[in-house]
């Protein structure tokens, strides 16, 4: 946590809160924590550091509900493909290569994108092995962000290294959670990671369901993404897979599942009552020809719903721009075009997000005493985002990471004038080159005959 005083001044700042406030004035930065909103005191910011902002727009940091950092350095190296030949043939035997050396050089990478991008929240899928790897590195990034293994203890089609015995999936899950739910001063939290009911046992679906509920700790997981998940669930189990996920107990106001897009409107009622949150994947859902998830529906439901970029080889970006243009525009041709608004989108990426994260007192919106997680945008000087004009259309339909100047997360300044500040991108790219290289190697063993 900053122990410094940075005083923002003369910016519009965008504050997503209840009355979605938009302020012209200065923000002050004390101890990690949002001091002050449009007037400052300058008795209370003595000894900060000073920035005058005229002419940038200040946001809540961006909240993205499904990543997986573990699969960054397959980015461009598995395209044009459907979901399950993409993860047999590339993305499992993949991860089933990957040490704990070249696990934390892609989560670097993946860090690297997200917070020069303006995210400084996220919650991610981790893979089966090594997790403490992206602990580290997560702890070391200063980005806010919920953790879990990935957890896979059936299909024949999983590489051998990749196939857990159930107890011990859910062992390893446990001990995790107890080094790393609450660690960095309360900025990691442990959520379960059970991949998706495809690839798990109902027993192991139970027993997280159970213990998520004991710790009250999160669970992480894709959900009818392709109809081939409900095919799955309906044969085996005679449900849909909402359905079943709520059978088997994971369905719950700590519960958020990737992707959502083929659903009916009875699942739409499960997830309604139980609080389950959605997170909205567009360009993957696109990318992996999954489809379309309908948000007017969602809405219509009361259906709580986030947003992702989900992993570097299925977008191929992790950009919260790119995932906020795309869902504003995909449902517009068949719902109209104010089925889903600039400032609506803006919400998904931000309070909505930490909503469905459990963590909207603490970001998610720039209000006094909240953790100071935030981007600093400048629009004015870029032909592309202007002469003005509405402040969410400007972000959501014109912004892009380049107009990123500052990202401030607890407090500590992640990039200053659009340079990451604690990472060098050349160096690290050098090495994710290196380690990309070895993984493909190691892969060849894990790949389907
Ligand atoms: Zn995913």
Redesign the pocket.
Known sequence: MSQEITWLQNATIVTMNDDRDIIEGDLLLKGGRIAAIGDVDPVAAEGAHTRDLTGHIITPGFVQC?I?LCQTLMRNHADDMVLLDWLERRIWPYEAALTPETLAISARVGLAELIRGGTTAILD?GTVHHTDAIGEVVKESGIRAHIGKCMMDYGDQVPVPMREDTDESIRESLRLHQSWHGAADGRIKYAFAPRFAVSCTERLLREVGEAAADLKCHIHT?SSETEFENEFTRERYGVSNIEFLQQVGMTGDRSVF?HGVHVDDEDCRILASSHTAICH?PS?NLKLASGIANMPRYDKFGVPVALGA??AP?NNNLDAFIEMRLAALLQKPFHGPQSMPAERVLALATIDGARALGLQDEVGSLEVGKSADLVVLNLDDDPGCGPGGDVAARIVYTAQKHNVRHVFASGRQLVDNGELVHIDAPSLMARARTAQQDVVKRMQKYLPQ
């Open positions: 499904h997986h899928m894709h990737a994947c993957s989900d992993g299925c």
